[in-house]
Structure formats: C-alpha cells, structure tokens
Antibody
Framework: QVQLQESGPGLVKPSQTLSLTCTVS??????????WSWIRQPAGEGLEWIGR???????NYIPSLKSRVTISVDTSKNQFSLKLSSVTAADTAVYYC?????????????WGQGTLVTVSS | QSALTQPASVSGSPGQSITISCTGT?????????VSWYQHHPGKAPKLMIY???KRPSGVSNRFSGSKSGNTASLTISGLQAEDEADYYC??????????FGGGTELTVL
C-alpha cells in the first residue's frame, strides 16, 4: 500500500521560507513510473496544485508561484520536498503531497493526510 | 488560470442520485479529456474517484460515474449512501503540464 507523509514546521514567519518534506513508502520514487506533486488548500478554499517533480529532478510549477517555489527529490531517502520563499499570510494552508500520474494522465492516485502550515509572526 | 467552477453544496436523500458539475473553459475541460474527481473527508487524505473523465480506479464503487459535455464535466453518484457525505473536487489538465482544481462541493446526505 502506497503511503505519503508530510512533515515540517507548522509555523513560519512572514518573508521566510516554508520547507516541507514528503516521505513515500510502498513505492520507489526512483522507479520513474510516477511524478510527485505538492497541492495546498487555504482554509475555506479549494485545492491548488503547486507543482511536481520527476525522479530525474525535472519540475513543473503553477505559473503564479513559479518565482517562489522549488520542488526537489531525494531518491536515497525516498522523499521529495517543497520550498516556498517569501511567504505571506496568503500562503497559510494545509499542504498535501501526492503521487502524480503525470504526463498524459494528470491525476493524483495517492495523497498524504496533509499538514497545516500557518504563516504568522 | 482560474479555478474550475463547482457548486458550493449539493444534497440528496439516501438512495437518490446527485450530480456535481465542474465548469471550465476551452483551455482546460473543453479541450482535454483529463478530468479527475476526488472525495475528501476532512482530516483524511483525499481519494481518487474518477480519472480521465470517466474511468474508475480499482476499488471505487460503480455508483460513481463521470462524464463531460463541452466545457463542463460532471460527477454522478447513484444510490446515495451516508458514507458518501464528503467534499468533492474536480481537477483538469490545463495545458503546459499544469492542472487546475475546482473550488469543491460539499455533499450532504439528508
């Protein structure tokens, strides 16, 4: 059974960098069969796809966040990570990591339970 | 890119059928048959219910079905059950390797 688990600080100060890690079990990121995505949900709002990474390190990002986002992969730890710089209160959200079927399909078949990140001083 | 449009809420009685719409544009839903649907019980991981517009993953009840007409995709749940009460989100490929989600629909089983 594929499982994903988000981890990282629950509180980040404005203007700082939000950093989260997703640990994958039950599948190998290095297998190359899937992409790996980050998705967020601000309180009371819908889901927003942030971006994805492939085992090779290649990435796709939503244009509105592209200047602030970096998603990377660590195949040795079977993890992938999200960094979002210069955060503001608008970045407060539940952040999910998900397995992404990627090119040609574009759906998410396994998700983590999500982690709440609050941006506040 | 704007979020796909879903009704904020829908409701139905046990045994009934309900349909949740997901309206996009000719740049996303209207062009690509790559709409997926997710069921989300708050506090839990979202669950894939439909992909590629109308395909069900293994283990998903055949009470769930997906369709599309023009720029609008739809999720229909037949034989409504109490356990179906959840939030539902649509998602569509939007070109340039990006996807858009809908704002979500809260389903209440009366």
């Amino acid at each position: 059974q594929v499982q994903l688990q988000e981890s990282g600080p629950g509180l980040v100060k404005p203007s700082q960098t939000l950093s989260l890690t997703c640990t994958v079990s039950g599948d190998s990121i290095s297998s190359g069969s899937y992409y790996w995505s980050w998705i967020r949900q601000p309180a009371g709002e819908g889901l927003e796809w942030i971006g994805r990474v492939y085992t090779s390190g290649s990435t796709n990002y939503i244009p509105s966040l592209k200047s602030r986002v970096t998603i990377s992969v660590d195949t040795s730890k079977n993890q992938f990570s999200l960094k979002l710089s210069s955060v503001t209160a608008a970045d407060t959200a539940v952040y999910y990591c998900a397995r992404d079927r990627g090119s040609g399909w574009y759906y998410f078949d396994y998700w983590g339970q999500g982690t709440l990140v609050t941006v506040s001083s | 890119q704007s979020a796909l449009t879903q009704p904020a809420s829908v409701s139905g009685s046990p045994g009934q059928s309900i349909t949740i719409s997901c309206t996009g544009t000719s740049s996303d839903v209207g062009t690509y048959n790559l709409v997926s649907w997710y069921q989300h019980h708050p506090g839990k991981a979202p669950k894939l219910m439909i992909y590629e517009g109308s395909k069900r993953p293994s283990g998903v009840s055949n009470r769930f079905s997906g369709s599309k007409s023009g720029n609008t995709a739809s999720l229909t749940i037949s034989g409504l059950q109490a356990e179906d009460e959840a939030d539902y989100y649509c998602c569509s490929y939007a070109g340039s390797s990006t996807v858009l989600f809908g704002g979500g629909t809260e389903l209440t089983v009366l």
